[in-house]
């Protein structure tokens, strides 16, 4: 006998976790193990609780949904992990799909929708929504501006989030548990790979970028 699906929720909003929670248990087949509200509670429960598919919000606090989904894929290779966002632009679909995610659907398509993608994505196959797949793809093949996936390295994003979102140099160093120097020199050589000088600008360009909560 096949097992339940086993599905991990990650949403800054409860509201949504528990409305996707009671839509998936009641439709069979799934079985809801976990709930996060960010990106790195979401990394550490892949880690505890091994789910089957990341069901995920691409913008979060302190981790956003794409480099939560590199991290959650490296710690559980083989996890599945859907992208269910308020942003239907090309960016964030491109974003999710370079950092291994095999669904992207939008919330305001019909819950039947999330379904389908879901049991594609266990079926070793990809499901984006019709109305950005067309796009993401143009927008892959045409992309030859500077972002922060081709400037920065993944630990750079990390700390461009968490300055984006108000935190101080010494709470980023507790909260990546690293040195307050290690830190800084992160912040600087953000700066120097984007050209940007100053917090408030930092904070415009990971919001543009998608990489911040806020």
């Known amino acids: 006998m096949e097992h339940d699906t086993t599905v991990l929720l990650v949403d800054d ?22 709930e996060a509200r960010t990106g790195r509670e979401a ?24 480099d939560a989904a590199r991290q959650a894929i490296g710690a559980k290779p083989g996890l599945k992990v859907i992208a269910l966002s308020g942003l239907n632009d090309d960016a964030s679909a491109v974003g999710m799909l370079k950092a291994g995610a095999v669904g992207y659907v939008t919330k305001d398509c019909a819950f039947d929708e999330l379904v389908i993608a879901i049991r594609t994505a266990i079926s070793n196959k990809v ?6 797949i067309a ?30 979102e108000g935190k101080a140099t010494k709470n980023i160093a507790i909260e990546l ?29 990971a919001i543009r970028e998608g990489l911040t909560g806020v």
């Open 177 to 205: 548990n690293v040195s307050v120097k290690t830190a800084e020199t992160h912040r600087r050589n953000i700066m120097e790979k984007l050209g940007i000088d100053s917090v408030a600008e930092l904070t415009k360009y």
């Open 43 to 66: 990394v550490e429960k892949v880690k505890t609780l091994a789910p089957d598919v990341v069901v995920m919000d691409v913008r979060m606090p302190e981790l956003n949904g794409f």
């Open 135 to 164: 796009r993401a793809a143009a927008h892959t093949e045409s992309d030859n501006s500077k972002s922060a996936f081709s400037e920065l390295s993944p630990r750079e994003r990390e700390v461009l989030q968490l300055i984006s």
């Open 127 to 132: 499901y984006f929504s019709p109305e950005v």
């Open 13 to 34: 909003h409860s509201v949504m976790r528990e409305g996707l929670r009671s839509l998936l248990e009641a439709q069979g087949g799934f079985h809801v193990i976990g």
